[in-house]
Every structure is written in C-alpha cells, then in structure tokens.
C-alpha cells in the first residue's frame, strides 16, 4: 500500500491529466487512486484497508493501490469529478455532494429519518437502496457498495444546545448538501456550507461556529482541539459510498468486476464495525479530552422535529411522501 501527501498528489492528478490520451495502452498492473477524505486510522482507512486487502488476495499484483487519505486528492465534490473525468478511479465519500450528482441520494440526508443504525443499514442493503445506486451510471459513475459514517451531531464555539433556539444565528458549517441547508435554515441557524478541508481552519478562525459531523470524523479528526461543545443531536444518518470510475470499470473482466463487489461489500462490513465501536466509545474519548458534552434527551430531540415540520414539506415535494413514508415503515 502507498501513501501520498496533498502536493505530492496534486502533481499525480496533473500527470494523470496529461496521460489521458494514453490511458488506454495495455499495462499490466492497473493502478487504483483510492482517494478520501479523513486518516487512514478513521472508518474511511479501515474500508479502504479491507477493498485493497480483499482485491489484492485474489488478484496479486494485477491491482496497484495508492491511497490518498486526508483529503490528499481534493475536497469530495474534486474527488468525484475526477472519476467521471477518469483522472481518479476509486473513492469513500459521505453523502456530502452525492445528491449534486444523483439527486434521489438525497432522500438519505433528510433528518430524523432512521430510527438507528440497523434500520438505516436494512434500507441501504434492500431494495430502495439498490436502486439508487444504480442511477449512479447515468452520472458516468459505478456506486459498488453503500458505507456510513454514523449519526450527526453538532459541535460548536458559542453555547451548550438543548433545543432549536439554542441553534438561532449559529453560523454553522454544513456539507454542500441541500437537505442539510434547508434543515439547519428552518431551525433559525446560519448554515454555511463548505468544503471538508477548509473547515478545521474556518473554526480555528473563528469564521464558523461550528460543525456537524458524526463521532467517527470528530473523533478521527480530532475536531475536540478546536471545539468546545458536543451536542449528540443525532439529527441524521451519515451515509458514505464506495465508487469506482466507469473508464475503470469498463476495462476490468467480469471476473474482476466482481471481486470488486466481493470486496468493497466487506470494507463495508469492516467499516460498519467501526462505526459500531466508535459509536460507543466516542462521547467517553471526547470528554476526556476536554469537551464538553449535551445528550439531547427524547423531548429535546422532539423539540427539533417539529422545529422541523416545515422543511418535511420541501422533502415530500422533493422525493413524494410515499417514499419517505416506506423508508420510515421499514422494519
Ligand atoms: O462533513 C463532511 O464533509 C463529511 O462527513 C466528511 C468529514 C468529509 C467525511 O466524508
């Protein structure tokens, strides 16, 4: 496995640019850029561990993988544009830009949607799902697998947060996600939506507030140097996905697209572990290191529900209640 710093990475993206016309002479070791956006200790490296692993066992050295963690490749909008223009032929990513892509993604990103973590996972895994993944193609991408990252919780600056009035005018960083704007607008909050590899900066200036991330990125990306307050909102579930580029897929045999499927399903489940480990140790790890805590109990968290009626008419305008109305009747 290799790794490669941002600059470093900048030049291989240019090259690979440049080499375009030539991507298509035979070469025995295909190299897979696998670019993503937290460390490669985080649940993004541990996914990205396993799909190599798993190719590489069956397939020797026919794969050559070089990992790009920390953003080292761009922010995830950079990321996935490089795979349709087929500079980048692999990547994890949150559902931060996905629903810029294949708008249906979005449907995920509704807040308070999924009861927990398994109720998200059996609809990622069934048919719903499936099927979103499958629109990838008509946006020149191949969505292999869906990940996660875990619920959202808000940290910030400014206050402790135990209902909607608490978030009034907080500036406020979200994912360049529409869902996601439209919900922390309608509780009264000031979203600013940016880029991941801008954030820790803008918080350590000062220019937001705060963010909102699950336990896995706050903790991975030590977010408690430089946020003082954790509220475990659980707004809403963090999907991730495993892509590849077309151009890749569509020069790989049968045989290896399918090892492909075979092993970025077990990153998932190895990323999924994670998460689950994360999910109960985080809050205990972030007060030992200094921040300070909130659990929004059953009341506080119905607070922000019905805070939130009014962008619940834009999602079922957006996607048809229908849907949202199965993805919530799943069992
Ligand atoms: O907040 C985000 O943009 C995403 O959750 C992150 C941290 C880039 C992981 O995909």
Avoid: C
Wanted: charged share 20%; no cysteine.
């Amino acid at each position: 496995m290799a790794y490669i710093t941002r600059r470093a990475a900048m030049a291989v993206a240019g090259a690979a640019i440049m080499t375009l016309g030539f991507s298509g002479a035979a070469s025995a070791q295909q190299e897979i850029k696998l670019g993503y956006a937290l460390a490669n200790t985080s649940h993004y490296g541990v996914a990205a561990n396993k799909w190599e692993e798993v190719v590489e066992a069956e397939a020797g050295d026919r794969y050559s993988f070089t990992h790009f963690p920390s953003s080292g490749l761009g922010g995830e909008r950079e990321v996935i544009e490089g795979l349709q223009l087929g500079t980048i032929e692999a990547t994890i990513v949150s559902s931060g830009t996905l629903s810029n892509f294949v708008p249906e993604t979005g449907v995920f990103d509704i807040p308070f949607l999924f009861r927990d973590l398994d109720h998200a996972r059996t609809v990622l895994d069934g048919p719903i799902g499936q099927d979103i993944l499958a629109k990838f193609s008509d946006a020149g991408l191949v969505a292999l697998a869906w990940g996660e990252q875990g619920f959202r919780h808000i940290t910030n600056n400014r206050n402790e947060i135990g209902g909607p009035d608490d978030v009034a005018g907080l500036k406020l960083r979200t994912m360049e996600n529409p869902i996601h704007i439209t919900a922390f607008e309608t509780l009264g909050a000031a979203p600013t939506p940016m880029a991941w590899p801008e954030v820790i900066g803008a918080l350590q200036q000062g220019t937001i507030d705060g963010q909102e991330n699950p336990l896995s990125v706050i903790t991975s990306a030590k977010l408690s140097e430089v946020q003082k307050y954790l509220t475990v909102s659980g707004h809403v579930y963090s999907p991730a996905m495993l892509l590849v580029s077309q151009q890749l897929w569509d020069g790989m045999s049968p045989e290896d697209q399918e090892l492909f499927r075979k092993a970025t399903s077990e990153a998932v489940t190895a990323m999924r572990g994670f998460v689950d480990e994360v999910e109960t140790s985080g809050i205990a790890q972030l007060k030992e290191e200094g921040m300070e805590v909130g659990e929004l109990t059953v009341e506080q968290k119905a607070a922000f529900q019905e805070a939130l009626g009014g962008a619940y008419e834009t999602y079922y305008e957006t996607y048809s209640k229908d849907l949202i109305d199965r993805i919530i009747a799943t069992k």
